[in-house]
């Protein structure tokens, strides 16, 4: 039996978060990333 692929029902974005290296080991909960523009995002936080 053959089966067609199912399309996703939204579009795949790749995001890449840049840390850096001395900050790594302190991030220890989630992180949230708010829309500012079409393809601009902000992580928020008390940093």
């Known amino acids: 039996m053959i089966k ?3 399309p996703p029902e939204q579009r795949l974005q790749k995001l890449v ?3 850096p290296d001395d ?3 302190a991030i ?3 992180i ?3 829309r500012i523009g079409r393809r ?3 992580a928020h936080g008390y940093g």
């Open 17 to 19: 978060l840049l840390i």
């Open 28 to 30: 220890k909960d989630e």
């Open 4 to 6: 067609d692929a199912i």
């Open 23 to 25: 900050r790594v080991e």
């Open 40 to 42: 601009t995002f902000a």
């Open 32 to 34: 949230i990333l708010k």
